[in-house]
């Protein structure tokens, strides 16, 4: 089966780092370029972060840049997120998600069921 | 940056009736347009992509149009199984893939 599943959210205080990962099944994983969507609770969605197919070109949005990196291994068929010096707007759903096409960046079309982190003393 | 708008935020229907949202650009995209609809506590689901072609195993009552700055979706007739949160999704400005704020459909 073609699906993607991420582990590794939970709580976590401000200024701490936690590490997401989004473990592929069901395609061939390096052929395609990955993201990370994420959803603060009642809002709407917000792309933060690309990887390309080999994991050389990387991707952040402007409001996570210089916190988040953005990681895979094609060997393990997963995707990472490592998030650090986290505050309370990083309190969110996070997706990780397919590109559409080996080759494309139109949209993305393999969805993760998401991983909560909520940030709080 | 592009800022992605949607109206209406939301929408309340009967079943078989048609629905339209639209969704624009505060600039030009072409047709680098999608479509997504979300259920509460789910992963949003591609619906359409390049402004109109429909995502394989989608039923065909789901269309969209436009180009440039305005899009449209369109549910022909409105199934019990179409409630949720539909967003628009630009993906001209690469790295940079923006969501427009969502339009809640509810079934009457």
């Known amino acids: 089966e073609v699906q993607l599943l991420e582990s590794g959210g939970g709580l976590v205080q401000p200024g701490g780092s936690l590490r997401l990962s989004c473990a592929a099944s069901g395609f061939t994983f390096s052929s395609y370029g990955m993201n990370w969507v994420r959803q603060a609770p009642g809002k709407g969605l917000e792309w933060v972060a690309g990887?390309?197919?080999?994991?050389?070109?990387?991707y952040y949005a402007d409001s996570v840049k210089g916190r988040f990196t953005v990681s895979r291994d094609n060997s393990e068929n997963t995707l990472y997120l490592q998030i650090n010096s986290l505050r309370a707007e990083d309190t969110a759903v996070y997706f990780c998600?397919?590109?559409?096409?080996?080759?494309?960046?139109?949209?993305?079309?393999?969805w993760g069921q998401g991983t909560l982190i909520t940030v709080s003393s | 940056d592009i800022q992605m708008t949607q109206s209406p935020s939301s929408v309340s229907a009967s079943v078989g009736d048609r629905v339209t949202i639209t969704c624009r650009a505060s600039?030009?995209?072409?047709?680098?347009l999608a479509w997504y609809q979300q259920k509460e506590g789910k992963a949003p689901k591609l619906l359409i992509y390049?402004?109109?072609t429909l995502q394989s195993g989608v039923p065909s009552r789901f269309s969209g149009s436009g180009s440039g700055t305005d899009f449209t979706l369109t549910i022909s007739s409105l199934h019990p199984d179409d409630f949720g949160t539909y967003y628009c999704l630009q993906s001209t400005t690469v790295p940079a893939w923006t969501f427009g704020p969502g339009t809640h459909v509810e079934i009457k």
């Open positions: 998600a397919r590109f559409r096409l080996p080759l494309g960046l139109d949209s993305f079309d393999l």
């Open positions: 600039q030009d995209i072409r047709n680098w």
């Open positions: 990887v390309g197919r080999s994991g050389e070109s990387t």
């Open positions: 390049a402004a109109s």
